[in-house]
């Protein structure tokens, strides 16, 4: 296992060091292992947060600030935050008016979310939950009863931080985040696998011409495994999957190419491409797209696409300044 | 080779389409391979441009927009860009007021660059160029009489562009530029190789436990085939020998952690957590700093730091406005 990292324990708090170092727009709390908006709580708004097992950076703590997450707390690499910890950034976004916890579908961290937001009501904390899960490659899979929650998240914490920002209530916060997730899909392909810090072997194995449809974020199976296709063919399956789902005749849709961790950008604009060309051809329209490592799995080559239908609202609220360490526009 | 690719030859073509696709801030002229901001040339301002081999994104296209780059030129994949291709990109930013050419140093950039200017000068295009030659691993390399250019190109592209936005003249501009180069070190470090998409094999090969210190971003050879080390062992040398070449003592800085495109981001803040801590022992002030996949070479896995000794002039146009597709904050 090569890794720029001094020891596997410590490389989450290694890494939550770096970021308050690099972001004083933070408050990171280290040893409760949570990220927050210096400006938190928010007074008067919804507290928007996630979290979830760490090894997706940016996803979530960089998305933390000014119109999206008011905190995050990451669990260690691939495996859910506990239960006090997400209480605990719960309370810390809290400004009298509710919290908002947006939660991939992952088992672990739907059961800790839910004790969290029963720990916060107990302290009358009104707490709402949006479950995230976009990935159509699996019903079911490794850690999910369901589908995976995926690329929706960061749509859903873009716009729900926005609507937060705005003023709207927890019930239309909330409502808003589970349009955004039931509007979207998402699909990832694995080229190469990714090794966790702990466990020091990668988490799969592919032969030297194969590659993964349908990989999740934790390399979990995903529909099939075949020899390497190329760039073209590969957003072929992974937008017919897609659309196979969700229709996307006709649709203004928002767009991510979200590289896993170890695809070069140049390889993911060469994906965009084709994503765009695929789009056109289908009749969709992509109003607003994002290329670049969002949700990461660790230094898995691959890539992952996420299509969410918009609505003139969604977009609005899309196009909303926000100010993060990983994507920040139109302050 | 596994990469997200059509053809080898088509790779810069298609990331070309693709940005255009993804950044309607840019004009994209495939067949030209000229990146350029939309409302290029910027009249009575100065021009700002640069380019190199592809490989490095977002370097340098990513950093095409308003208070940085006005044009980019990429080359295929680790070559140079070719004199017509630069003179076209010179054309295309010329406001009137002159071009700043901003070329790593490497042989056949340097030349073709050279080049491309006269053929400007021919048509009454004044071009001022500056050569970024920070890296202080090696003197002369593979590529390069002297020292590579690398991680310092961003800064200077940064200051350079915020000046021209300022209204400064060509010459201010061109002595900025330079002020920054010489003010900045670079150190790099390599994990693991990388696969130019023509040639199909890895530029160069490591031990399942080796690392290059000093690695140039092409796989050039650095200083050192060492046993691989913690995060904070590597760190410390690279700022080691960034400090012994050029004092960092009570300096204030801006700071760059730069990912080589396959670390992910969790380690490059573990990287940024032990540079944090290096200069704070060593009674460096960090004032500005970034943390990400800015100049990468492919998917190599490593790192490289780049340190500026800022002035109260050079963080104040560090800290102006800058709106590119990589790169943005504060307008």
């Known amino acids: 296992m090569k890794k720029l990292i001094n020891a596997p324990a410590d490389v989450v708090p290694d890494a939550l060091r770096g970021m308050a170092a690099a972001h004083p727009s933070l408050r990171v709390e280290v040893d409760e292992r949570i990220v927050v908006r210096a400006d938190a709580p928010v007074q008067g708004k919804v507290g928007i947060m996630s979290g979830g097992g760490s090894g997706h950076e940016p996803l979530h703590g960089g998305f933390v600030g000014y119109g999206m997450l008011h905190a995050a707390c990451p669990g260690e690499v691939f495996t859910s935050p506990v239960p006090d910890q997400i209480f605990a950034a719960t309370q810390a976004v809290s400004g009298g008016q509710g919290v908002l916890h947006v939660v991939k579908n992952y088992t672990g961290d739907v059961l800790n979310f839910k004790m969290a937001a ?3 009501e107990d302290e009358d904390i009104e707490v709402a939950t949006v479950v995230v899960d976009d990935d159509v490659a699996v019903e079911d899979s490794t850690f999910t009863a ?7 998240t960061l749509f859903v914490e873009k716009i729900a931080g926005a ?3 705005a003023g709207a209530g927890l ?3 909330a409502a808003a985040a589970r349009e955004v997730n039931e509007r979207t899909r998402s699909f990832g392909v694995a080229l190469s696998a990714c090794t966790v810090p702990a466990a020091g072997e990668p988490t799969f194995t592919l032969g030297e011409d194969e590659m993964e449809l349908g990989i ?3 390399g979990e199976p995903g529909r099939e495994r075949t020899k390497l296709q190329s760039a073209s063919e590969i957003v072929d399956a992974v937008l017919s999957a897609i659309h196979a789902d969700m229709s996307l005749s006709g649709a ?3 767009v991510l190419v979200n590289g896993m961790g170890g695809t070069p950008l140049i390889e993911q604009y060469v994906a965009y491409d084709a994503a765009a060309r695929w789009l056109a051809d289908h009749g969709v329209t992509v109003v607003r797209r994002l290329v670049g ?3 990461t799995s660790l230094e898995m080559a691959g890539c992952m696409i996420s299509v969410c239908r918009l609505t003139p609202e969604l977009t609005q609220l899309w196009d909303a300044p926000v100010e993060t360490p990983a994507l920040r526009w139109g302050r």
Chains 1, 2 share one sequence.
Do not use: D, Q
């Not at 369901?146 to 929706?152: L, V």
């Open 293 to 295: 490592n969002y949700v």
């Open 252 to 254: 203004e849709t928002l």
């Open 216 to 218: 999740g974020i934790h």
């Open 171 to 173: 019930a239309e916060v």
């Open 163 to 165: 609507l937060a920002e």
């Open 118 to 120: 029963e720990l916060g």
């Open 146 to 152: 369901g589908r995976r929650g995926t690329g929706a």
